[in-house]
């Protein structure tokens, strides 16, 4: 009996052995780390041509509306098909949000260009004349969105459907404001300065997340327990342009694509000034920019699958 109970924790201890570990690659105190090379797809939108594409957003069934500031619209792209379905012209477009009617479920796209906000469908102005530079946007409910504004030294500007005038005016906060994000009742802001604000829209209040440090963050994306943000890179020209991929429960943080480590193996592959996040069907789409390390896929929508 003896020798029997121990070769039974001998076999345990050898099979727990082979337990845990992990590859190494995440790190704690919302610090990062590269990690293995995951799937890169392009998003083939066929013969529709895009100069600078920034944020953007899903609506409906699988329908990627993108902001494309330099050629002047904002498109939307079936995903499935990688069609156009729509497109209308637009000065200087940036921001893209949804609107979802809580009683039919209907999605409608808005979208920030400039000093305005302004609907998808007709181009019909929401706000206008505000004298600001607006560039994200995120609707927290049906009748109250939100908006950066890049202006003076930056702020965060609240709205609701019931007039045109701001509501709440948020500022103070270290760097300007670019992609936002409504998530659980609150809104995150990337921050050019590298931190991620998180606003209490019930107070207009805000803390700066424990996700470590970025680098000229633009969009992000949250999926689950995942926050998904785009850098920039650290000189702001898009050379050696990521993306972080944070746990948001205990801020332990991945950098899992970058077009500088070679993750991709070839230099036609990755991103360069990545600025648009969505998560879709099990993908990250990613609006990739330019910048002179990466001419390949310059100015394309990418994907990434996701773990």
């Given at each position: 009996?003896?020798?029997?109970?121990?070769?039974?924790?001998?076999?345990?201890?050898?099979?727990?052995?082979?337990?845990?570990g992990?590859?190494?690659?995440?790190?704690?105190?919302?610090?990062?780390?590269?990690?293995?090379a995951?799937?890169?797809?392009l998003?083939?939108t066929?013969?529709v041509?895009?100069?600078?594409?920034?944020?953007m957003?899903f609506?409906?069934?699988?329908?990627?509306?993108v902001?494309?500031?330099?050629?002047?619209?904002?498109?939307?792209f079936?995903?499935?098909?990688?069609?156009?379905?729509?497109?209308?012209?637009?000065?200087?477009?940036?921001?893209?949000?949804?609107?979802?009617?809580?009683?039919?479920?209907?999605a409608s796209v808005?979208?920030?260009?400039?000093?305005?906000?302004y609907t998808?469908?007709?181009?019909?102005?929401?706000?206008?004349?505000?004298?600001?530079?607006?560039?994200?946007?995120?609707?927290?409910s049906?009748?109250?969105?939100y908006?950066g504004?890049?202006?003076?030294?930056?702020?965060?500007v609240?709205?609701?459907?019931?007039?045109?005038?701001?509501?709440?005016?948020?500022?103070?906060?270290?760097?300007?404001?670019?992609?936002?994000?409504?998530?659980?009742?609150?809104?995150?802001a990337?921050?050019?300065?590298?931190?991620?604000?998180?606003?209490?829209?019930?107070?207009?209040?805000?803390?700066?997340?424990?996700?470590?440090?970025?680098?000229?963050?633009?969009?992000?994306?949250?999926?689950?327990?995942?926050?998904?943000?785009?850098n920039?890179g650290?000189?702001n020209?898009?050379?050696?342009?990521?993306?972080?991929?944070?746990?948001?429960?205990?801020?332990?943080?991945?950098r899992?694509?970058s077009?500088?480590?070679?993750i991709?193996?070839?230099?036609?592959?990755g991103?360069c000034?990545p600025?648009?996040?969505?998560?879709?069907?099990?993908?990250?789409?990613?609006?990739?920019?330019?910048?002179?390390?990466?001419?390949?896929?310059?100015?394309?929508?990418?994907?990434?699958?996701?773990?």
């Amino acid at each position: 009996m003896k020798n029997k109970l121990t070769q039974l924790m001998f076999l345990l201890l050898l099979a727990l052995s082979g337990c845990g570990g992990g590859s190494g690659s995440n790190t704690s105190n919302g610090a990062s780390s590269t990690i293995a090379a995951k799937t890169i797809t392009l998003f083939d939108t066929g013969a529709v041509t895009m100069s600078l594409p920034k944020l953007m957003a899903f609506s409906g069934n699988g329908l990627l509306t993108v902001a494309i500031q330099d050629s002047g619209r904002v498109d939307t792209f079936d995903v499935n098909t990688g069609g156009r379905v729509s497109s209308f012209a637009v000065k200087d477009p940036i921001g893209v949000s949804v609107k979802t009617d809580p009683l039919t479920g209907a999605a409608s796209v808005y979208y920030s260009a400039g000093s305005g906000i302004y609907t998808g469908g007709d181009g019909s102005s929401v706000v206008s004349n505000v004298g600001g530079n607006y560039y994200g946007l995120a609707f927290l409910s049906s009748t109250e969105f939100y908006v950066g504004n890049i202006s003076g030294s930056g702020a965060v500007v609240k709205y609701t459907s019931a007039s045109i005038n701001p509501q709440a005016t948020i500022t103070g906060f270290s760097g300007f404001p670019s992609a936002l994000i409504a998530h659980n009742g609150f809104i995150y802001a990337t921050l050019t300065d590298g931190k991620i604000a998180k606003i209490n829209p019930a107070n207009a209040s805000y803390t700066y997340v424990a996700w470590g440090a970025f680098e000229n963050p633009n969009g992000i994306a949250i999926d689950g327990d995942y926050a998904y943000v785009a850098n920039n890179g650290p000189n702001n020209n898009g050379v050696g342009g990521y993306i972080t991929r944070t746990k948001m429960s205990d801020g332990t943080s991945e950098r899992f694509v970058s077009d500088s480590t070679g993750i991709w193996q070839t230099a036609s592959q990755g991103f360069c000034s990545p600025t648009g996040l969505a998560v879709y069907g099990g993908y990250l789409y990613v609006s990739n920019g330019t910048c002179p390390s990466n001419d390949g896929n310059k100015n394309k929508i990418l994907k990434v699958k996701l773990p």
